[in-house]
């Protein structure tokens, strides 16, 4: 795990020197442009909740976006702790439009695909339609994003973020764009996915055990007890995102530091506060 790991930071860094040559007079306006990102990260989670075993990925992006808005991508997993080579598949489509100079708006549908024994609180969710909005008002930079999860489960997520980017090149005089973006996000929602993930997680494991203890018994019926609160719209987690954005040319490298903290928890739920680390590398043409 280590290794593969190791394998796709050292692939960012790689595009990192294929990269440095370009010149910020090489990237003009386009009217259309295609991106391509690499991220590696040490654990996966969905909206705060996460499960007991560390799960890390890999992820590789594709977008297309035109220029009157319209824009397209794909995006693959693959988490090193399964035997699946592929754990998860994001189709997205969507429409970002400027309300004004300051205030912008994005329009999406997501469609996820998952792997058969996929072990993220994720795999539980089908279909998402997304509309965020961004304003930058000078001394913050804030979005408000409402997400509809429908399939197996269904959730409203409502994930209000600031952030206000922190340019570092005064310091040493540097040449080439380098900053800190950090970011408080609070995230609050409804958690029938989460109590759909636990459940069936439950169910999974309860069954192996009555077939080690009852062998050629056969499967009897199974009924769960759930509570209201699922439906409850609560605040779900607290994150703070400090990732460091180098930008060469058309291409950008993000090393990001996250922690998050887990709030208003079901019963049965695993979620604890605990710190993230990742990588991402994108190169836009």
Do not use: C
């Amino acid at each position: 795990m280590k290794n593969q790991l190791i394998l796709w930071i050292s692939l960012a860094w790689v595009l990192v020197g294929s990269a440095h040559a370009q010149t910020a007079e090489d990237s003009a306006v386009r009217k259309a442009s295609w991106n391509i990102a690499l991220e590696a990260a040490d654990n996966s989670s969905f909206y705060g909740r996460n499960t007991a075993t560390k799960y890390p990925y890999a992820a590789a992006t594709l977008t297309y976006a035109h220029r009157f808005g319209f824009w397209a991508s794909a995006t693959t997993y693959q988490l090193f702790e399964t035997k699946d080579y592929i754990d998860e598949t994001d189709l997205s489509v969507g429409y970002s439009f400027a309300i004004n100079k300051r205030l912008s708006a994005n329009l999406s549908y997501s469609r996820f695909f998952f792997s058969e024994n996929a072990p993220m609180v994720k795999s539980v969710t089908e279909n998402a339609a997304t509309l965020s909005t961004t304003l930058d008002w000078k001394y913050l930079y804030t979005s408000l994003n409402t997400s509809y999860f429908f399939g197996e489960s269904n959730d409203v997520i409502l994930q209000f973020d600031n952030s206000r980017y922190i340019g570092l090149n005064p310091i040493w005089n540097g040449k080439n764009p380098v900053g800190l973006d950090p970011k408080i996000s609070i995230t609050s929602g409804t958690q029938e996915f989460s109590e759909t993930y636990t459940v069936e997680r439950k169910k999974e494991l309860g069954d192996w055990f009555e077939d080690v203890l009852n062998p050629g018994k056969g499967s009897n019926p199974k009924t769960t007890t759930t509570t209201t609160t699922k439906h409850k719209f609560q605040v779900l987690s607290y994150d703070l995102y400090v990732p460091l954005v180098v930008m060469l040319g058309n291409f950008e490298l993000e090393p990001t530091y996250r922690y998050s903290i887990p709030v208003n928890k079901l019963e049965g739920d695993e979620s604890k506060a605990q710190s993230y680390y990742s990588v991402k590398a994108s190169y836009t043409f």
